[in-house]
């Protein structure tokens, strides 16, 4: 069963950074498919970042350019690098991971704050 825990989450000004990371137990990298998510206040979740089991990465236009998404084979973890963040990239976001030859989420975290004031 995959279980994924989130960590790095915080407060920051717009234009600051931050580095989430979701430690991955349950399976490995080499057949899994890895995403972020978020969900801001009243809105729905949206995927934010994703990357496959070959590294191949892909991300939402609103963030191209200043959030990198990765994964640490060795210490299965996976990262969202967040630079120049604004005021619209608050929500809670979440982790998830898929079977590469499936096409639905079987694993959650269970979310962390990012808050961004300008």
């Known amino acids: 069963q995959v279980h994924l825990v989130e960590s790095g989450g915080g407060s920051v000004q717009a234009g600051g950074s931050l580095r989430l990371s979701c430690a991955v137990s349950?399976?490995?990298?080499?057949?899994?498919?890895m995403g972020w998510f978020r969900q801001a206040p009243e809105k729905e979740r949206e995927g934010v970042a994703f990357?496959?089991?070959?590294?191949?990465?892909g991300y939402i236009s609103s963030v191209k350019g200043r959030f990198t998404v990765s994964q640490d084979y060795v210490k299965n973890t996976l990262y969202l690098q967040m630079n120049s963040l604004k005021p619209e990239d608050t929500g809670i976001y979440y982790c998830?991971?898929?079977?590469?030859?499936?096409?639905?989420?079987?694993?959650w975290g269970q979310g962390i704050q990012v808050t961004v004031s300008s």
């Open positions: 349950g399976h490995t990298f080499q057949s899994y498919c």
């Open positions: 990357i496959d089991n070959t590294g191949s990465t």
């Open positions: 998830a991971a898929r079977r590469c030859d499936a096409d639905y989420w079987d694993g």
